[in-house]
Structure formats: C-alpha cells, structure tokens
C-alpha cells in the first residue's frame, strides 16, 4: 500500500513538471528581441485598428522560473517607449514591473485621429470641426467618443494576448499623457477593479469638460465611499501648459483628494518649468516612481 501511494505520487511530481514547462514553453523569450521594433502588432476587431507593442522588461525576467509580474500599460507607447530604458527612469527605486506600450501602427495625421476616436471618453462634435480644420481634412474625417470600444479592446485583445505570451499576473496599471492621461482618468473614474494603479498626465480635461471632469467632480464630492479595491493614482502636469490644463488637473486632484477615500492612494505634482511635450519623460518617472516605488 505505501508502495502504491509512493508510485502516484511519483506519477503526479512527474506530470505537475511536465505541465508546468508546457506552460513555460508557451511563454515568449524577450531576449535576443530588437528594442527599437514594436515586440507585436495587434490587429483588433473590435476598434478595426492595428495596435503596436512595445515592451520593456525586469532585468531578471526569465521563463525558466515561476515569478509573474505586474504590467503597466502604457498609452501612445510609440512615442515613449525611447524612455522606458533611458537614464530618466531610476529602476533601482521601483518594483520589478513589465511595461506595455500601445500605439496606433498609423503615422501622422491619420494616428492623431485615431487618438481622437479611441481616447475621447463622449462625443464632442466641437472638437471634431476644429481638429479636421487644424489637420485640413475633410468634415466627418474625426470622430470622438469611442473610449468604451478601445477599452474593450484592452480587456479583450490586448490584456489577454499579453497574459497568454508573458508571465503577468492580475496586478494590471494604465497610464496616458494628454488624450492619453483622458482615457487613463475615464478608466479610473469608471473603476471596475480591471486596472488598479492609474498614471493620469497632462490631462485633455478640457474637452468634453461639462460631461466628463464636473460630474467627476460631483461624484467625488457627493459619493463618501467608493467601493473600489486598494487603487493607485498619480496625476500630473508641466507648469508651462495651457493654464486650463494645469488649473483643471488641480481641480481634478483637489476634489479627489479631499475626499480621503480610504482605498484609494492619490499623489499629484506640478513639474516646474516643463511645457506640455518636455513633460512626459519626468511624468513618465513619477508615474513608475509613484505607483511602483520601492518601500
């Protein structure tokens, strides 16, 4: 009978080995990669766009251990993802955390206008006429509003192609700059536990103001208790960006800090003398610094 017990035993350790290279096998090796192409490119079916990834990773990433990471998403990663290994970012000071940059695979005017389309929480048709004036494109070329679908398209496509390839876990962050720091304050407003740390820069407050940052404000000043799990924010702006910028990020982050909700953890800073595209690198650090720092 001990004989028996031993040999299941045996026959269990052996199978539990064997599942478990199975499912490292099925993650990617980032080594060897070219840091400067996108890592993927994402066709979604929900928004009809192509997304490019690119991805930074902890110093001791391996697929031959057990270890999952948090991931933080990072939007208009085309842009930004330069930083992600630069001297600007201190990884000394922060955990060890997988960066996701999404970008639109399209250059130029075309990539401002899905930025429009995706990040946009409502409709501004204001907006639109004045934007297809600026790029001159044609009227009913932009069109807002469709946050709802790219955030779909995250938890959809996006999160889980990253969940199947790489050793995360459900520790998930979002952060933007300008329409990007829109949807990234959108998810949070709107929390639903999917993302629990939240870099909100720079801001785009001023579009769809009345619809989206006042009732923002009044459910912050008439909702005492919220009933999110333990969340992350860190919301910022260059000192040399539009005053209603700067002065609606400050509202933004007086209001939510002023209520105190026990479960949600707010810092905010004003960069000094960074206008609105000098910022991102120092409101990409803080972003990491603040929502990953080391204790």
Request: charged content about 25%; hydrophobic content about 35%; some cysteine.
């Amino acid at each position: 009978m001990i004989f028996i017990t031993s040999k299941k035993l045996l026959i269990a350790t052996c199978l539990l080995l064997i599942f478990q290279n199975i499912s490292l096998a099925q993650k990617l090796d980032p080594k060897g990669r070219d840091s400067f192409k996108p890592d993927h490119i994402i066709n979604s079916k929900i928004t009809n766009k192509d997304y490019l990834i690119h991805m930074s990773f902890p110093e001791n990433y391996s697929i031959q251990d057990s270890i999952t990471y948090p991931v933080l998403y990072v939007l208009d990663g085309k842009s930004t993802f330069g930083y992600f290994e630069s001297s600007y970012i201190d990884y000394e000071k922060i955990e060890d955390v997988i960066l996701v940059g999404i970008s639109h695979k399209v250059n130029g005017i075309e990539s401002n206008i899905n930025r429009f389309n995706d990040y946009t929480p409502y409709r501004d048709t204001i907006t639109e006429r004045r934007i297809e004036k600026k790029f001159g494109v044609e009227e009913g070329t932009v069109k807002t509003g469709k946050a709802d679908k790219f955030l779909a398209c995250l938890k959809k496509e996006i999160v889980p192609f990253i969940d199947k390839h790489y050793k995360t876990n459900s520790d998930r962050g979002i952060s933007g700059h300008s329409l990007g720091g829109l949807f990234t304050a959108y998810c949070f407003v709107n929390s639903d536990n999917y993302f629990t740390r939240f870099g909100i820069n720079s801001p785009s407050f001023q579009l769809n103001e009345e619809i989206f940052l006042e009732p923002a404000i009044i459910k912050f000043t008439d909702n005492q208790n919220w009933n999110i799990v333990p969340t992350k924010v860190f919301i910022s702006t260059g000192e040399n960006e539009s005053p209603m910028m700067v002065s609606n990020m400050i509202k933004f982050s007086m209001f939510l800090k002023k209520r105190n909700y026990d479960n949600v953890d707010i810092d905010w800073y004003i960069y000094r003398n960074e206008t609105h595209t000098s910022v991102i690198p120092f409101c990409l650090n803080g972003t990491l610094s603040t929502l990953y720092g080391k204790e």
